[in-house]
C-alpha cells in the first residue's frame, strides 16, 4: 500500500508559479512511476505530467507543455510539480497518483487526496 499526500496548493496570480509536492509512505517509492493530474469544476479529470521511477523520463499533457516540470526525489520519496507562467485555465484541484507499473498509458494504482490551486486573473 502507498499513501500519497499533496501539498504546495493555494492563490497564486495569474503569470505566477507554484510548486506542488507530493510525498509518498509505505512501499519502496523508487520503484514506482509517478503522476500529476487535475480537476477542474465540471471538467474531467486531466492528464497533467509523469516521470520514470528513475527520474529520467518525463511526459506531460498539452496544457503543461513549456510551463510545468515534474521532477522526484526518491532519497525522500517525493514528487514535485513546478508550475509557471500560471493561467486562470491552470486553476483546478492537483492530484497525485502512482502506479507500479512502468507504462505511460493504463490505469494508475493510487492517488492523493488533492490540492486546491486557484489562479486569478
Known amino acids: 500500500q502507498v499513501q500519497l499526500v499533496e501539498s504546495g496548493g493555494g492563490l497564486v496570480q495569474a503569470g505566477g508559479s507554484l510548486r506542488l509536492s507530493c510525498t509518498a509512505s509505505?512501499?519502496?517509492?523508487?520503484?514506482?512511476?509517478m503522476g500529476w493530474f487535475r480537476q477542474a469544476p465540471g471538467k474531467e479529470r486531466e492528464f497533467v505530467a509523469t516521470i520514470s521511477w528513475t527520474g529520467g523520463i518525463t511526459y506531460y499533457g498539452e496544457s503543461a507543455k513549456g510551463r510545468f516540470t515534474i521532477s522526484r526525489d526518491n532519497a525522500i520519496n517525493t514528487v514535485y510539480l513546478q508550475m509557471n507562467s500560471l493561467k486562470p485555465e491552470d486553476t483546478a484541484i492537483y492530484y497525485c497518483?502512482?502506479?507500479?507499473?512502468?507504462?505511460?498509458?493504463?490505469?494508475?494504482?493510487?492517488w492523493g487526496q488533492g490540492t486546491q490551486v486557484t489562479v486569478s486573473s
Open positions: 497518483a502512482a502506479k507500479g507499473s512502468s507504462m505511460v498509458s493504463g490505469g494508475w494504482d493510487y
Open positions: 509505505g512501499r519502496t517509492f523508487s520503484s514506482y512511476r
